[in-house]
Protein backbone atom coordinates (compact mmCIF):
# COMPACT_ATOMS: atom_id res chain seq x y z
CA UNK A 1 0.00 0.00 0.00
CA UNK A 2 0.72 3.55 -0.30
CA UNK A 3 -0.82 6.29 0.89
CA UNK A 4 -0.51 9.95 0.19
CA UNK A 5 -3.08 11.36 2.91
CA UNK A 6 -2.48 11.25 6.08
CA UNK A 7 -3.03 13.58 9.38
CA UNK A 8 -1.38 13.78 12.37
CA UNK A 9 -1.48 15.99 15.81
CA UNK A 10 -0.06 18.58 14.21
CA UNK A 11 -3.83 18.69 12.67
CA UNK A 12 -6.65 17.07 13.60
CA UNK A 13 -5.32 13.07 13.27
CA UNK A 14 -4.39 11.09 16.49
CA UNK A 15 -1.27 9.91 16.51
CA UNK A 16 2.69 11.78 16.36
CA UNK A 17 4.16 11.07 13.11
CA UNK A 18 6.97 8.79 14.61
CA UNK A 19 3.74 6.32 15.08
CA UNK A 20 2.02 6.64 11.77
CA UNK A 21 4.68 5.44 10.37
CA UNK A 22 6.18 3.02 12.53
CA UNK A 23 1.95 1.29 12.58
CA UNK A 24 2.06 1.66 8.93
CA UNK A 25 5.39 0.04 8.10
CA UNK A 26 3.27 -3.01 10.56
CA UNK A 27 1.01 -3.51 8.13
CA UNK A 28 3.18 -3.64 5.04
CA UNK A 29 2.82 -0.32 3.28
CA UNK A 30 5.57 1.06 1.24
CA UNK A 31 5.41 4.42 1.30
CA UNK A 32 3.62 7.66 2.65
CA UNK A 33 2.89 11.15 2.95
CA UNK A 34 1.65 13.48 6.03
CA UNK A 35 -0.52 15.97 5.03
CA UNK A 36 -1.67 18.10 7.81
CA UNK A 37 -4.06 20.88 7.25
CA UNK A 38 -2.69 24.10 6.76
CA UNK A 39 -4.11 27.39 5.81
CA UNK A 40 -1.95 30.73 6.24
CA UNK A 41 -1.82 30.68 10.26
CA UNK A 42 0.06 27.86 10.51
CA UNK A 43 1.79 26.54 7.22
CA UNK A 44 5.01 27.58 8.35
CA UNK A 45 5.22 25.95 11.46
CA UNK A 46 3.83 22.45 9.67
CA UNK A 47 6.15 22.01 7.06
CA UNK A 48 9.13 22.04 8.08
CA UNK A 49 8.58 19.88 11.60
CA UNK A 50 7.46 17.22 8.83
CA UNK A 51 10.05 17.69 6.50
CA UNK A 52 12.20 17.34 9.62
CA UNK A 53 10.61 14.39 11.14
CA UNK A 54 11.18 12.41 8.11
CA UNK A 55 14.17 13.54 7.38
CA UNK A 56 15.34 11.64 10.94
CA UNK A 57 13.47 8.94 10.52
CA UNK A 58 13.79 8.02 6.62
CA UNK A 59 17.28 5.99 7.31
CA UNK A 60 15.63 3.57 10.02
CA UNK A 61 13.24 2.72 8.21
CA UNK A 62 11.90 0.92 4.42
CA UNK A 63 9.10 3.03 3.80
CA UNK A 64 9.81 6.13 1.31
CA UNK A 65 8.61 9.37 3.14
CA UNK A 66 7.40 12.01 1.61
CA UNK A 67 6.50 15.26 3.55
CA UNK A 68 3.51 17.33 2.75
CA UNK A 69 0.45 19.46 3.53
CA UNK A 70 -3.65 19.73 2.68
CA UNK A 71 -5.03 23.18 1.89
CA UNK A 72 -8.28 22.97 3.97
CA UNK A 73 -11.28 25.41 3.39
CA UNK A 74 -8.69 28.33 1.76
CA UNK A 75 -10.07 30.47 0.20
CA UNK A 76 -9.93 29.99 -3.56
CA UNK A 77 -7.92 33.01 -4.03
CA UNK A 78 -4.70 32.36 -2.06
CA UNK A 79 -4.36 28.68 -3.45
CA UNK A 80 -1.72 29.74 -5.94
CA UNK A 81 0.51 31.43 -3.21
CA UNK A 82 0.30 29.06 -0.57
CA UNK A 83 1.32 26.08 -3.08
CA UNK A 84 4.33 28.22 -3.69
CA UNK A 85 4.66 28.15 -0.07
CA UNK A 86 4.26 25.19 0.85
CA UNK A 87 6.86 23.81 -1.76
CA UNK A 88 9.46 26.46 -0.51
CA UNK A 89 8.60 25.47 2.61
CA UNK A 90 9.72 21.50 1.65
CA UNK A 91 6.69 19.72 1.28
CA UNK A 92 6.96 17.08 -1.53
CA UNK A 93 3.48 16.35 -1.46
CA UNK A 94 0.70 19.31 -1.91
CA UNK A 95 -2.78 18.05 -1.35
CA UNK A 96 -5.65 20.86 -1.59
CA UNK A 97 -8.93 19.57 0.34
CA UNK A 98 -11.56 19.33 -2.15
CA UNK A 99 -15.26 20.49 -2.37
CA UNK A 100 -16.32 17.17 -0.42
CA UNK A 101 -20.04 16.35 -0.52
CA UNK A 102 -20.27 16.96 3.05
CA UNK A 103 -18.17 20.08 4.23
CA UNK A 104 -18.89 23.42 3.14
CA UNK A 105 -16.19 23.53 1.16
CA UNK A 106 -16.24 26.98 -0.82
CA UNK A 107 -17.17 26.84 -4.30
CA UNK A 108 -14.07 27.30 -6.99
CA UNK A 109 -11.90 25.90 -4.75
CA UNK A 110 -11.58 22.48 -7.00
CA UNK A 111 -10.54 25.12 -10.24
CA UNK A 112 -8.30 27.04 -8.11
CA UNK A 113 -6.40 24.35 -6.92
CA UNK A 114 -6.35 22.49 -10.45
CA UNK A 115 -4.91 25.94 -11.57
CA UNK A 116 -1.70 25.62 -9.22
CA UNK A 117 0.98 23.36 -8.90
CA UNK A 118 -0.73 21.01 -6.97
CA UNK A 119 0.08 16.75 -6.79
CA UNK A 120 -3.32 15.59 -5.51
CA UNK A 121 -6.89 16.67 -5.53
CA UNK A 122 -8.54 15.41 -2.48
CA UNK A 123 -12.30 14.18 -2.27
CA UNK A 124 -13.54 16.70 -5.07
CA UNK A 125 -17.01 15.66 -4.67
CA UNK A 126 -19.76 16.19 -8.16
CA UNK A 127 -16.25 16.96 -10.23
CA UNK A 128 -17.18 18.82 -13.26
CA UNK A 129 -16.35 17.52 -16.88
CA UNK A 130 -14.55 20.53 -17.16
CA UNK A 131 -12.23 20.27 -13.50
CA UNK A 132 -11.67 16.46 -14.43
CA UNK A 133 -10.15 17.55 -18.22
CA UNK A 134 -7.81 20.44 -16.79
CA UNK A 135 -6.74 17.92 -13.80
CA UNK A 136 -5.81 15.58 -17.32
CA UNK A 137 -3.90 18.55 -19.10
CA UNK A 138 -2.10 19.46 -15.67
CA UNK A 139 -1.42 16.14 -14.92
CA UNK A 140 -3.13 16.37 -11.45
CA UNK A 141 -4.30 13.19 -10.28
CA UNK A 142 -7.80 12.80 -8.51
CA UNK A 143 -8.52 11.03 -5.42
CA UNK A 144 -10.45 8.08 -4.88
CA UNK A 145 -10.66 8.27 -1.17
CA UNK A 146 -11.68 5.27 1.84
CA UNK A 147 -12.48 8.27 4.01
CA UNK A 148 -16.23 7.82 5.54
CA UNK A 149 -18.36 10.70 4.03
CA UNK A 150 -15.79 12.08 1.33
CA UNK A 151 -16.41 8.75 -0.40
CA UNK A 152 -19.62 9.17 -1.33
CA UNK A 153 -18.53 10.48 -4.37
CA UNK A 154 -16.07 7.84 -5.07
CA UNK A 155 -18.12 6.90 -8.42
CA UNK A 156 -18.60 9.67 -9.92
CA UNK A 157 -15.28 11.13 -9.42
CA UNK A 158 -14.21 7.68 -11.08
CA UNK A 159 -16.41 8.03 -13.81
CA UNK A 160 -15.91 11.50 -14.88
CA UNK A 161 -11.93 11.39 -14.65
CA UNK A 162 -11.75 7.99 -16.48
CA UNK A 163 -14.09 9.68 -19.43
CA UNK A 164 -11.75 12.94 -19.72
CA UNK A 165 -8.49 10.57 -19.22
CA UNK A 166 -7.69 12.35 -15.50
CA UNK A 167 -5.27 9.93 -13.97
CA UNK A 168 -6.48 8.66 -9.95
CA UNK A 169 -5.33 7.66 -6.83
CA UNK A 170 -6.68 6.33 -3.83
CA UNK A 171 -5.84 7.15 -0.07
CA UNK A 172 -6.83 6.94 2.90
CA UNK A 173 -7.23 10.64 4.60
CA UNK A 174 -6.02 8.83 7.74
CA UNK A 175 -7.00 10.44 11.47
CA UNK A 176 -6.73 7.13 13.36
CA UNK A 177 -4.52 4.12 13.14
CA UNK A 178 -7.96 2.36 12.22
CA UNK A 179 -8.24 4.33 8.87
CA UNK A 180 -5.24 2.36 7.75
CA UNK A 181 -6.00 -0.23 5.09
CA UNK A 182 -4.52 -3.01 3.15
CA UNK A 183 -3.71 -2.88 -0.53
CA UNK A 184 -6.25 -5.48 -0.68
CA UNK A 185 -8.73 -3.23 1.03
CA UNK A 186 -7.90 -0.72 -1.30
CA UNK A 187 -9.36 -2.78 -3.97
CA UNK A 188 -12.14 -2.89 -2.84
CA UNK A 189 -13.16 0.85 -2.31
CA UNK A 190 -11.43 0.96 -5.97
CA UNK A 191 -14.38 -2.18 -7.11
CA UNK A 192 -17.26 0.03 -5.29
CA UNK A 193 -16.02 2.72 -7.15
CA UNK A 194 -16.96 1.23 -10.22
CA UNK A 195 -13.19 0.58 -11.59
CA UNK A 196 -12.43 -2.45 -13.62
CA UNK A 197 -9.32 -4.76 -12.66
CA UNK A 198 -7.20 -3.00 -15.53
CA UNK A 199 -8.19 0.29 -14.41
CA UNK A 200 -7.42 -0.66 -10.61
CA UNK A 201 -3.68 -1.40 -11.77
CA UNK A 202 -3.80 1.57 -13.61
CA UNK A 203 -4.19 3.57 -10.09
CA UNK A 204 -1.30 1.98 -8.33
CA UNK A 205 0.46 2.29 -11.09
CA UNK A 206 -0.02 6.11 -10.72
CA UNK A 207 1.07 5.83 -7.21
CA UNK A 208 4.10 4.50 -7.81
CA UNK A 209 4.67 7.05 -10.39
CA UNK A 210 4.16 9.66 -8.01
CA UNK A 211 6.43 8.32 -5.78
CA UNK A 212 9.31 7.69 -7.96
CA UNK A 213 9.09 11.56 -8.96
CA UNK A 214 8.81 12.85 -5.85
CA UNK A 215 12.39 11.05 -4.86
CA UNK A 216 14.29 10.84 -7.76
Known amino acids: MIDLHIHSVFSDGELIPAEIIRRAEAIGYRALAITDHVDPSNIDFIVPRIVKVMEKI ?5 LTLLPGVELTHVC ?33 TNMAALQSDIDILAHPGLI ?73 HKVFQNMEEIVRRKVS
Open 128 to 200: TEQEAALAAERNIYLEITSRRGHSLSNGHVARIALDKGAKLVINTDSHSPMDLISKEFAIKVLKGAGLTEKEI
Open 58 to 62: QPFTA
Open 76 to 108: PEIIPDLVKQARMLGAKIVIVHGETLVEPVKEG
